[in-house]
């Protein structure tokens, strides 16, 4: 019997191809402007931080990128930097630290290199996990879009690679990064560890099936209540192996820092330019770990489908979600002596008061409401308990590149306070290439909110983008 497959089959071995490495430019300009005090939810939610809150805003971004052109060679490497300048009109919300009339930033400034299958990069780059299309998702409970990218160290196998002797049957990958949250909010010089594995089936067969377990944990930092938090190297193995150690009592009896971890199971089923992927998150703030699902809190998670297609252009991916967080393993933590372990409280923590954002935005989910929305300007998570329904729709018509999504979401506020509110979020977006003006991308996003949530609101954002190629080499 011939196999069809080398036992090991990674790309490096085959002839190099003659292909060149090319350093590109992009600039590109945006505007939004919205009635009512906030931008709608779906033009600044998931953008990576980029898009201003405020009703009247406006972009200028530039940069250069080399992206990675050898799959095929035992090396390669890429990078890129951008600087973004905006400006916008002062409102309510949030507190004044973002609420500054003119800002400078980076979300994209790193160094990546490739070595066979170890990736190693350095910087900031925007990263989500667990998602199959991320141009129509609500977000990754632990990790999405939403908050702007932190400065980053990471080593691991980035891409998903043959185990070997198995003839691609099995694919691995994983990692592990340190991040820094410069944001300074409430903790200061706070860091967050994070390592993952995963494992795929199938290979080239027509159904795959992977998983993935991601555990992360805030770290280290200065606590205006509690001072050193812990910042030595010992301090760092214990959030690596999660285990108890510090100054504050609480660490000592659990595990030192803010500890979150989040499962991923995929089912993928592919044929000629189609394939179908059903996908499945979880969530969990207290041990002890439950694969799987069988935990405290299994009615809590993620659940989508994705379908993407060729073979027509007009409707070229479908997604469908569902998020769940209402369950947080019961409404008591603690009650008449008896510790049952609920009231989880998703993306907070008592000593990092911040919780889980990053610039007043949720690093996980935008469903889970940012502090950004904080009428009385506070930092804290203050609704965390949601039902919500997602669902996208993009494709391609003579050119004009469409993407349209609509969210439903019943909030509840958290256990500690509970409170009703409701908001559909809708946003239709068409982005066209005009060649004859200059080689211009033009974009076009209407949005809107209608609920109790965040009250009727109606908003547009206009991008004119430029791109091209500096040189070759």
């Given at each position: 019997m011939t196999l069809a497959w080398d036992w090991w089959p990674l790309p490096f071995d085959s002839i190099e191809q003659n292909?060149?490495?090319?350093?590109?430019?992009?600039?590109?300009?945006?505007?939004?402007?919205?009635?009512?005090?906030?931008?709608?939810?779906?033009?600044?939610?998931?953008?990576?931080?980029?898009?201003?809150?405020?009703?009247?805003?406006?972009?200028?971004?530039?940069?250069?990128?080399?992206?990675?052109?050898?799959?095929?060679?035992?090396?390669d490497y890429d990078f890129a930097v951008s600087i973004t300048g905006k400006i916008q009109k002062q409102h309510a919300l949030p507190p004044s630290t973002i609420n500054q009339l003119a800002q400078f930033y980076s979300n994209l400034a790193y160094a990546h290199l490739r070595l066979y299958c170890i990736d190693l990069t350095a910087g900031i780059i925007p990263q989500s996990y667990g998602i199959p299309d991320g141009q129509?998702?609500?977000?990754?409970?632990?990790?999405?879009?939403?908050?702007?990218?932190?400065?980053?160290?990471s080593i691991g196998i980035d891409q998903w690679t043959a185990f070997p002797g198995l003839y691609g049957y099995l694919q691995i990958r994983g990692g592990i990064r340190n991040m820094w949250?410069?944001?300074?909010?409430?903790?200061?010089?706070?860091?967050?560890?994070?390592?993952?594995?995963?494992?795929?089936?199938?290979g080239k067969l027509p159904v795959n099936i992977s998983y993935e377990f991601h555990h992360a944990a805030q770290w280290g930092g200065y606590s205006p209540a509690y001072g050193d938090?812990?910042?030595?190297?010992?301090?760092?193995?214990?959030?690596l192996f999660v285990r108890s150690g510090g100054s504050m009592a609480t660490d000592q009896i659990n595990a030192q820092g803010?500890?979150?971890?989040?499962?991923?199971?995929?089912?993928?089923?592919?044929?000629?330019?189609?394939?179908?992927?059903?996908?499945?998150?979880?969530m969990f703030e207290?041990?002890?770990?439950?694969?799987?699902?069988?935990?405290?809190?299994?009615?809590?998670?993620?659940?989508?489908?994705?379908?993407?297609?060729?073979?027509?252009?007009?409707?070229?991916?479908?997604?469908?979600?569902?998020?769940?967080?209402?369950?947080?393993?019961?409404?008591?933590?603690?009650?008449?002596?008896?510790?049952?372990?609920?009231?989880?409280?998703?993306?907070?923590?008592?000593?990092?008061?911040?919780?889980?954002?990053?610039?007043?935005?949720?690093i996980g989910t935008p469903f889970i409401t940012s502090p950004i929305y904080n009428t009385d300007g506070t930092i804290y998570t203050l609704n965390n308990r949601v039902k919500a329904h997602f669902i996208g729709i993009k494709g391609d018509i003579y050119g004009y590149q469409y993407r349209v999504m609509c969210s439903y979401a019943d909030n509840y506020g958290t256990y500690n306070k509970p409170?009703?509110?409701?908001?559909?979020?809708?946003?239709?977006?068409?982005c066209k290439h005009v060649e004859k003006a200059w080689g211009l991308d033009f974009c076009l996003s209407i949005a809107g909110d209608f609920g109790t949530q965040f009250g009727n609101t109606f908003g547009a954002m206009l991008t004119i983008r430029k791109q091209g190629i500096i040189t070759q080499w």
């Open positions: 292909r060149l490495d090319t350093l590109h430019y992009e600039v590109s300009i945006l505007g939004t402007g919205a009635l009512g005090n906030m931008l709608p939810f779906w033009l600044q939610s998931n953008r990576h931080g980029d898009i201003s809150a405020s009703p009247l805003s406006g972009n200028l971004t530039a940069g250069i990128h080399k992206p990675a052109t050898h799959p095929h060679r035992w090396f129509l998702t609500s977000g990754g409970l632990l990790f999405s879009s939403n908050a702007h990218p932190m400065p980053q160290v949250m410069i944001d300074n909010m409430y903790v200061k010089q706070a860091m967050i560890h994070h390592k993952w594995i995963g494992g795929k089936i199938g938090l812990g910042n030595t190297w010992n301090a760092f193995l214990n959030a803010n500890h979150i971890g989040s499962q991923t199971l995929t089912l993928d089923v592919k044929g000629n330019k189609w394939k179908v992927s059903a996908y499945w998150q979880n207290d041990g002890p770990i439950k694969f799987i699902g069988f935990g405290m809190n299994t009615p809590d998670g993620l659940w989508g489908i994705n379908i993407t297609q060729q073979h027509w252009p007009f409707i070229s991916g479908l997604t469908y979600e569902f998020v769940q967080t209402t369950d947080q393993s019961g409404p008591f933590h603690d009650k008449d002596g008896f510790v049952f372990g609920g009231n989880d409280s998703y993306y907070t923590n008592s000593i990092y008061q911040n919780g889980w954002n990053y610039w007043y935005r949720t409170y009703r509110s409701n908001n559909t979020a809708i946003l239709m977006e068409c």
